[in-house]
């Protein structure tokens, strides 16, 4: 097997990024978002902890209907959040602790705020501003029915009827996330100049990369036929139907967006890496979006929407193996993001509240995790053990998705709530507290079990397993990049070997069993008598090499 971890122009290969959701990360200015500054302000703590690099979740201006995936103007900073000026001062604290920096860019769709989409909405019907957006007569005598049957992922139609300048009922456009998100048209060529203009402005700036939203998505089937099963979207809350996703010419978008970042590794030898948000049916098709002249890496999600059981847990690793590694890339791990609900509480349901049992399996997937072959991404707050906040009230409710289905059972502030620092009460050191501002959304008493000054001091907390296994991660040649070999184990266990001699082994039970490797582990994720692997705990050894 031939590694090529050593190889600065591949880091991205098994790269440990850290996702930075950054109105949650750290306040500097005591409005109680977080900010720029704030983020430069918790590099150091990110070096401590091992990270590779950053994405930071978009800080463009937006009016924020989706937390800044409705981006009004893609080549500034939010006044919320910085300034230019202060962004520049980040990828150079950055660049000196060896942190590369990715940004999320939104190509799918924009904020009705873009001035191009407003353009559009002042433009008539068949304009040429109108054509950078998918405008269309909609259907009946009157017009009065959406061009097609689609519904958004967020709930509710994915049209939306405009007034045109006279005053009359318009055409519709089209949004397949909020009506304030309208999508695109990536067929039109002043689209994709348009975003080629954006990738340069951040990359002459020096950023790393960026972590592509939405890369199944920006074409839509021609003609926009209807769908047989037009709600498939926001019932799976997934990119599912098949005319409005996954269309064989975004795969031109990113080789030509890979082009652009070999063009400046060719200049400065930094190479450049484009990570996609790619939501797709099966692990064949997501590999189609990382052949070598695609993009680096794709989130591989079938991770994190499997349930904690081995059968599962190994045939989804299993696949993303067979499929995205025979790309020749390497396959993207990630457990949390800011869309789902934290693993803690995940993995937790349905136990008893209390009995740790979701805590202890988040721990045992985070050394699964690390010592898979490929890269891997971290959600901040993962490293702290974060649960997720189930029981914010109504009123605090952020998400678009709470507002467009009136359902509380998938909303996505839970994970989103600002990370503890430190102290016993909120806002934890999140925010500077200016007389009567508060974290944008509230802090559970419980969080200050979790805060990150108590987790540097407890050698035993998940920041600890997650220090320990970067570190280890890093230094053993075995891990990161390369393949890995099932062992034989008897049910409820999942083994595998990497490399030389290291052997990582998960027990799903909860009852204890037999180490299936002899000797003392390198590390658990929790407490094992010797020659036991506990119930809900993962370890890894290095062997002799009989075991390869
Ligand atoms: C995926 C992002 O992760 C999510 O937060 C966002 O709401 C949608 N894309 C739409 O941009």
Excluded at 188 to 216: C, K, M, T
Excluded at 382 to 406: A, Q
Aim: glycine share 10%; charged share 20%; hydrophobic share 40%.
């Amino acid at each position: 097997m031939i590694s090529q971890r050593n190889d600065a122009r591949h880091w991205w290969r098994d790269a440990v990024i850290y996702q930075v959701y950054v109105r949650s990360f750290l306040d500097s200015t005591g409005d109680g978002i977080g900010d720029l500054a704030g983020v430069r302000a918790g590099l150091p703590y990110l070096k401590k902890l091992g990270v590779d690099g950053i994405w930071l979740s978009p800080f463009y201006p937006s009016p924020q209907h989706d937390h800044g995936y409705d981006v009004a103007d893609y080549r500034d900073v939010d006044p919320v959040f910085g300034d230019l000026g202060e962004f520049d001062l980040l990828v150079a604290a950055a660049r000196r602790l060896g942190i590369r920096v990715l940004l999320d860019i939104v190509p799918n769709h924009c904020s009705s705020e873009h001035p191009s989409f407003r353009e559009a909405l002042a433009a008539p019907p068949g304009s040429a501003a109108r054509a950078r957006f998918h405008f269309a007569d909609g259907r009946g005598p009157d017009g009065s029915e959406p061009p097609n049957n689609w519904h958004a992922m967020f709930g509710g139609p994915a049209w939306s009827r405009v007034t045109e300048a006279d005053g009359s009922p318009g055409q519709w456009y089209l949004h397949m996330f909020t009506p304030e998100q309208p999508d695109w048209n990536w067929r039109n060529p002043e689209v994709p100049a348009y975003f080629d203009q954006v990738l340069r402005f951040w990359l002459d700036r020096g950023v790393d990369g960026f972590r592509i939203d939405v890369a199944a998505g920006l074409f839509k089937h021609p003609g926009l036929p209807d769908s047989p099963d037009p709600e498939a979207d926001a019932r799976t809350r997934d990119s599912v139907n098949p005319l409005a996703w996954n269309q064989p010419e975004v795969h031109d978008v990113w080789r030509h967006w890979r082009a652009v970042c070999e063009e400046y590794t060719a200049r400065d030898g930094r190479e450049r890496l484009l990570v996609g948000e790619v939501s797709v049916p099966t692990a064949r098709e997501h590999a189609r979006y990382v052949r070598p002249d695609e993009l680096h890496q794709a989130f591989f999600f079938d991770l994190l929407s499997a349930p904690w059981d081995v059968d599962a847990f190994r045939k989804v690793i299993s696949e993303a193996i067979q499929d995205i590694a025979g790309t020749g890339s390497t396959v993207t791990w990630v457990l949390n993001n800011h869309d789902q609900v934290r693993t803690v509480t995940r993995y937790g349901e349905p136990a008893p509240e209390g009995s740790g049992l979701g805590a202890a399996r988040a721990r045992a997937a985070a050394l699964l995790m690390l010592a898979l072959p490929g890269a891997a991404y971290i959600y901040q707050g993962e490293e702290l053990g974060l649960p997720e906040v189930v029981d914010l009230p109504d009123d605090v409710l952020t998400d678009p998705i709470f507002r467009r289905t009136g359902s509380r059972a998938r909303i996505r502030d839970g994970c989103r709530v600002p990370l503890p620092w430190s102290g016993q009460a909120s806002p934890f050191g999140f925010t500077q507290e200016a007389a009567g501002v508060k974290p944008w959304l509230p802090q559970p008493e419980w969080f200050a079990e979790h805060a990150t000054d108590r987790a540097l001091a407890d050698t035993r907390s998940f920041w600890h397993l997650y220090r320990d296994g970067l570190q280890l991660r890093s230094s053993l040649p075995q891990l990161g990049d390369g393949t890995l070999r099932w062992l034989d184990t008897p049910p409820g266990i999942l083994a595998f070997s990497r490399g030389d001699g290291l052997v990582c082994a998960v027990n799903f039970g909860t009852a204890p069993t037999p180490a299936p490797v002899a000797g003392e582990p390198l590390l658990t994720s929790g407490p094992c008598p010797p020659g036991v692997l506990a119930g809900s705990t993962a370890a890894w050894w290095i062997t002799d090499g009989t075991h390869d």
